[in-house]
């Protein structure tokens, strides 16, 4: 397709520190619909992007005490860190800004929408979205869904260290029962069935519902996932308490205690050793160790970890050689994906600098943007196999732990060191390429200078989102409406009207915030049970709506308390953590069988983007401000763009 483009040339909306009063648009009934819709779905990427910015304040905090108190020759080595810290932080904030200007825009617009519902709109801009409903909405981040608690009363028992039940099992009890709990209270207000307080404060006990683990003290449960000649504890229970116990004890820690437990129990520190029952223990604990390093290998980055890790298992294969085989495939598998993830990691370092470089090339010549994606790929079908390359590739290298680590309070004193901060920033990354892909589908419609362009443009993205949603990528195809969504492209009323939107109606209709987004949630069960069904293939990917996942996680994680008035750990609030991040897992190890378009990926990942005020400033330019809101914003976008004497751009 042949057509005219614009550059970006509007001032970043963060460059002067303020936020500049918004335009927003007029709109009907139906419209209005769509605007609170996009409130929320912005919404949400805003609090996600905001705890994100958040944890990596505090780690960007960490860091520079941590170079203030290092010599000039390992200080420039910290410096080098502190730098790319900084540079990620920058990035994250700028997302923060603009994504908060696009929530102020549509809350805006909602507000003039329900102050001005008597008044009969004049606006011709055409339906694409549902029927306006007087329901009431939900709040923007939502809170935690308090289920009623069953009548039948749990029987409670004290047990000394047996092995936990199923985890299929566990969370089954949990939908049936205690899952509104919140610091000993079902949800709605009456008082949980705590255990007997003498039996609670057993140090030596954990505490079961149902023949289910509830609650324990510290010292009992991580007794019980040591494991000795004739015990070796249920996985289910080792990767919900190695993923969890990090909300009150550090990896380093519980590996440590471990070990020490080992060594005791076994009386690995005598001259003499029972060989016999050593042969029996030796396999136990290697396999535990594996399970440790495959599931939550990101925990080794920590040189401690390292140190106790090598530790065991040389002692370990000393006094039992048959045990080298198992501990070197440990060892291999354990340097491969920590390997994997620095390249990983690498890569994404390019991609960025691609990116940047990208934008610095458009600054000095603007004609250069001469191209757009349809020239790039021009099926809808192979760009929605693209993006769900990208997406799966960020899904996999993100460890079940960081949904943990990220969102972690913790007080910055002296004592906390940079190796206690998480080292990893893969949720982040992939939230981060959300913002960019939505950020890209609005300039991709507004840099053209026809009419008949953009709305060429908006069907194909709608085409892509559709495919999207039939390969089960949620991600993209939020992401996607989203950026359809953004009121640069909401406003253009005319090139809307050239835009056959029944299709578009139909996906819209996902992100329904109503019920805490439950036309989404009811799609994502249907996919996973599609899933669950296939042999292979496309059949098998589901790739969630991340923030969402993030936001579920983060509110279950904060409205139940780590430890119950008794002092001990409440465990049934890690079950429920557990469950959530183990259909995370099964979704990530699905293999993308579609083939690679390298110019589509390139383009996906480094194509130039506008800023928030670059995106009103075209969109402006090509459909004329239709009230006194908008042409404020159009002369205030016009003015500071002069004075920049140059095109501004992410």
């Not at 008082?191 to 289910?212: K, R, T, W």
Request: glycine share 4%; net charge positive.
């Amino acid at each position: 397709m042949t057509s005219k483009f614009r550059t970006g040339r509007g001032k970043s909306s963060k460059s002067n520190g303020t936020v500049t009063s918004v335009s927003p648009p007029k709109a009907d009934n139906d419209t209005g619909t769509t605007t609170e819709k996009s409130i929320d779905l912005f919404g949400v990427q805003l609090e996600v992007t905001n705890r994100l910015l958040e944890a990596e304040n505090r780690r960007l905090t960490v860091l520079q005490r941590e170079l203030s108190q290092l010599d000039q020759t390992l200080g420039a080595q910290k410096q080098k860190e502190v730098e790319r810290q900084q540079s990620y932080l920058n990035r994250l904030q700028d997302q923060h800004d603009r994504l908060e200007q696009e929530y102020r825009d549509n809350a805006m617009g909602a507000f003039r929408i329900h102050y001005n519902r008597s008044v009969k709109s004049q606006r011709s801009q055409p339906h694409i979205g549902l029927t306006q409903t007087s329901k009431v909405r939900p709040s923007i981040f939502g809170t935690i869904t308090k289920d009623k608690a069953t009548n039948n009363k749990d029987e409670t028992k004290r047990r000394s260290l047996p092995q936990t039940s199923n985890l299929a099992t566990m969370f089954a009890y949990h939908h049936h029962s205690k899952k509104g709990m919140v610091n000993g209270h079902i949800g709605n207000g009456r008082v949980a069935s705590v255990p007997d307080q003498s039996s609670l404060m057993d140090n030596n006990a954990l505490i079961y519902h149902d023949g289910n683990l509830y609650s324990g003290s510290v010292e009992a449960l991580i007794q019980h996932i040591v494991p000795t000649a004739t015990y070796y504890p249920d996985r289910t229970y080792i990767f919900a308490f190695i993923l969890c116990s990090r909300l009150f004890i550090k990896p380093y820690e519980l590996l440590q205690e471990v070990c020490q437990l080992c060594v005791l129990q076994q009386n690995l520190h005598d001259r003499i050793i029972d060989r016999d029952r050593f042969s029996r223990f030796g396999p136990n604990i290697v396999q535990l160790l594996s399970e440790w390093t495959e599931t939550f290998p990101y925990d080794f980055r920590n040189e401690r970890m390292m140190r106790f890790l090598k530790d065991i298992t040389q002692k370990c294969t000393s006094i039992d050689p048959t045990l080298r085989k198992g501990v070197g495939q440990l060892m291999q598998t354990l340097i491969r994906r920590l390997a994997m993830l620095e390249k990983y990691e690498e890569i994404l370092a390019k991609v960025n600098a691609a990116a940047a470089d990208r934008m610095h090339m458009l600054r000095a010549n603007p004609a250069a943007f001469q191209t757009n994606i349809i020239e790039i790929c021009p099926d809808p079908y192979i760009l929605a196999q693209q993006l769900t390359h990208i997406e799966l590739e960020r899904l996999t290298n993100i460890g079940p732990e960081e949904f943990v680590q990220t969102f972690m309070k913790k007080e910055l004193d002296e004592k906390i060191s940079l190796e206690e901060v998480k080292r990893t920033n893969n949720l982040e990354a992939y939230v981060e390429w959300f913002n960019r892909l939505s950020y890209l589908v609005a300039t991709e419609v507004c840099m053209h200078i026809k009419k008949k362009h953009r709305a060429r443009l908006i069907e194909y993205f709608i085409d892509v989102a559709k495919e999207c949603f039939n390969i089960g990528n949620f991600n993209s195809l939020m992401a996607i409406l989203a950026g359809l969504n953004m009121s640069p492209v909401a406003r253009l009323k005319k090139t809307w009207g050239k835009v056959n939107t029944q299709k578009f109606e139909v996906l819209e209709n996902l992100m329904d915030p109503t019920s805490n987004f439950g036309n989404y949630r009811q799609a994502l069960r249907a996919a996973i049970q599609r899933a669950k069904a296939s042999i292979g293939g496309c059949d098998r990917m589901v790739v969630p709506f991340f923030s969402l996942l993030v936001k579920d996680i983060y509110f279950l994680n904060e409205g139940c308390s780590n430890r119950l008035v008794s002092g001990h750990v409440n465990f049934d609030k890690f079950w429920q953590l557990a469950k959530q991040i183990t259909e995370f897992i099964t979704w990530k190890q699905v293999d993308c069988p579609f083939s690679r378009e390298r110019q589509a990926l390139n383009y996906l990942l480094t194509a130039p983007v506008f800023t928030e005020n670059s995106l009103y400033l075209a969109s402006y330019e090509s459909e004329s401000p239709d009230n006194d809101f908008e042409r404020e914003r159009f002369k205030t976008i016009r003015g500071s763009t002069k004075k920049t004497h140059g095109d501004k751009l992410k």
